[in-house]
């Protein structure tokens, strides 16, 4: 990968005869720096370009009055090329961000979503996005009594390099901290994970999580499934897509031969959803083959859902298991978070 130039220039000696830029590297190295108000990690920046290309322009846009902030670094590109290298969104508004959960997790379906390391507030979003949720001291609390919050979204184009692991992490880390200092959130700084990769895309089974066995999601936010009386003679799986510290998580079991696994295969499928945005979610939906049934809490002063999507013929588990296993799905979910007010819906 090229270097770029790194010197310490003022933004009038790029500039030439008639305002042309003099070198792409020069520029690149200005966008990068001046980029969301200087809040790009450069290295990682430059990580994530691809080889031989250059930065076009950057944007950036605060509304106060919507408590909002977004920002952009554009690549140069063509009608095959995706110019888009980051792009963040930061509401601070609550109907924007109950849209933005609402969008991730859609009504017909519980959308396949990736985790991010444990101590990152967020989860990756069916469309490859970074969601960050913090919590705002600064801002106080809403109309209905609950503590203001900032929602930080950030993606990379799809010709971004990912080859380098860590790099999306420092960018959506630094974007978020930012974010809380221009919109006034005062959020505690988050840090961003070492070597960590990032999927690509959650809807593609090789960007997902890599399902282990029982006996080896024992230490794992999915350790209960090991505990739940699951026959030793079926070669159960356990997609392990939880954070103590993410707005949703998951726990997918799958069971049977590997093309038989995942959605639409034989399993069940529980998940955890945070907020008061998850009220608008109703019970009794379906998923595909999988028949939902839910329970309730109180967690952190607002409501949170467990749900369950499972196949309906799987070998050795009825209908009363089921139940039993979201019963200690939603214990173990409730132990976690200090939650309260545990309700069965079923």
């Excluded at 991730?104 to 069916?126: H, M, R, T, Y």
Aim: include cysteine; charged fraction near 25%.
């Amino acid at each position: 990968m090229r270097r770029w130039v790194k010197v310490s220039l003022v933004v009038a000696v790029v500039l030439g005869v008639g305002g042309k830029v003099a070198e792409p590297s020069v520029r690149d190295w200005v966008l990068a720096r001046n980029a969301c108000g200087g809040a790009l990690p450069r290295d990682a920046v430059e990580q994530l370009s691809p080889e031989d290309s250059h930065l076009k322009a950057e944007e950036s846009q605060q509304i106060d009055g919507l408590g909002s902030y977004s920002c952009s670094l554009t690549m140069e590109g063509d009608e095959v090329h995706d110019e888009r290298l980051v792009v963040m969104q930061a509401f601070t508004r609550r109907d924007d961000q109950d849209r933005e959960f609402m969008t991730a997790v859609s009504n017909e379906e519980f959308s396949p979503q990736a985790p991010v390391p444990d101590g990152l507030p967020g989860f990756i979003d069916k469309f490859g996005t970074i969601q960050l949720l913090l919590p705002c001291p600064d801002l106080g609390k809403d109309a209905d009594g609950r503590q203001r919050k900032l929602l930080v979204h950030t993606r990379t184009g799809r010709d971004a390099n990912y080859g380098v692991p860590g790099a999306v992490y420092r960018t959506a880390v630094s974007l978020a901290n930012s974010a809380s200092k221009t919109l006034g959130c005062g959020a505690k700084p988050l840090k961003a994970p070492k070597g960590e990769p990032v999927p690509v895309d959650p809807q593609d089974s090789d960007d997902r999580p890599a399902p282990v066995s029982l006996s080896k999601a024992r230490d794992t936010g999915c350790g209960w499934v090991t505990r739940a009386g699951l026959s030793k003679s079926r070669d159960w799986r356990v997609t392990v897509g939880t954070n103590d510290a993410a707005p949703m998580g998951y726990c997918d079991l799958s069971v049977g031969r590997e093309e038989e696994s995942g959605a639409g295969g034989k399993g069940m499928y529980f998940v955890a959803l945070y907020g008061d945005w998850s009220n608008r979610l109703t019970a009794g939906r379906d998923k595909g083959e999988r028949r939902s049934m839910t329970a309730s809490a109180r967690c952190g002063g607002e409501a949170a859902h467990f749900a369950l999507a499972a196949s309906d013929d799987i070998p050795g588990v009825g209908e009363t298991m089921k139940r039993r296993m979201l019963k200690e799905f939603a214990q173990d979910q409730t132990r976690r978070r200090g939650c309260s007010g545990l309700r069965l819906s079923f």
